[in-house]
T-cell receptor, first 113, second 112 residues
Framework: DSGVTQTPKHLITATGQRVTLRCSPRSGDLSVYWYQQSLDQGLQFLIQYYNGEERAKGNILERFSAQQFPDLHSELNLSSLELGDSALYFC????????????FGPGTRLTVL | DAKTTQPNSMESNEEEPVHLPCNHSTISGTDYIHWYRQLPSQGPEYVIHGLTSNVNNRMASLAIAEDRKSSTLILHRATLRDAAVYYCILRDVQNAGNMLTFGGGTRLMVKP
């Protein structure tokens, strides 16, 4: 158990819908990262927040957005969902902005029908 | 970004050592070498990291070539629980963020 929690574990929705994935980092960790894992693209970095501020952006679609709240939990919002958005979404956390070790959560499996 | 090359898959016998290779010929002086692994149905898990010198921890050892163009993750005694996908990742400490760029990794199969 990494100490990072993600909800829900599974999510099934339809094309065109909007969903919110939630992540609680380990106690004391200020950085939160979101990654997407799909069969064709592998594991891809989406975005990093540090202490409430966006600090790095990867290949995140404009239809996706994220935020980190004052209590440090984070949410990833996915809108206008397409079949290709079906994937595992992982959240990770670390203590600092730049850290040697990231702790990953168990992931949320999103299925878009 | 500097890239890594790993074999797609490797097989090992239980309780034998495993050497997982990684090539990173375009590595820069500010790139750290990280290894993560992903067990079935789980998120990735940190294994080890290094810059220039060989490193040991409770999970594994990391051997880094003198020219830093390759590295090897060593599991001293493979167990069935070590069956996973192992990712070799270069992380540039000069980046504003701390993103990890995953490649395809090596799927390690451990036979009893």
């Amino acid at each position: 158990d990494s100490g990072v929690t993600q909800t829900p574990k599974h999510l099934i929705t339809a094309t065109g819908q909007r969903v919110t994935l939630r992540c609680s980092p380990r106690s004391g960790d200020l950085s939160v990262y979101w990654y997407q894992q799909s069969l064709d693209q592998g594991l891809q970095f989406l975005i990093q927040y540090y202490n409430g501020e966006e600090r790095a952006k990867g290949n995140i679609l404009e239809r996706f957005s994220a935020q980190q709240f004052p209590d440090l939990h984070s949410e990833l919002n996915l809108s206008s969902l397409e079949l290709g958005d079906s994937a595992l979404y992982f959240c990770a956390s670390s203590v600092a902005l730049v850290d040697n070790e990231q702790f990953f959560g168990p992931g949320t499996r999103l299925t878009v029908l | 970004d500097a890239k890594t090359t790993q074999p797609n898959s490797m097989e090992s016998n239980e309780e034998e050592p495993v050497h997982l290779p990684c090539n990173h010929s375009t590595i820069s002086g500010t790139d750290y070498i990280h290894w993560y692994r992903q067990l079935p149905s789980q998120g990735p898990e940190y294994v080890i990291h290094g810059l220039t010198s060989n490193v040991n921890n409770r999970m594994a050892s990391l051997a880094i070539a003198e020219d830093r163009k390759s590295s090897t993750l060593i599991l001293h005694r493979a167990t069935l629980r070590d069956a996973a996908v192992y990712y070799c990742i270069l992380r540039d400490v000069q980046n504003a963020g701390n993103m990890l760029t995953f490649g395809g990794g090596t799927r390690l199969m451990v036979k009893p």
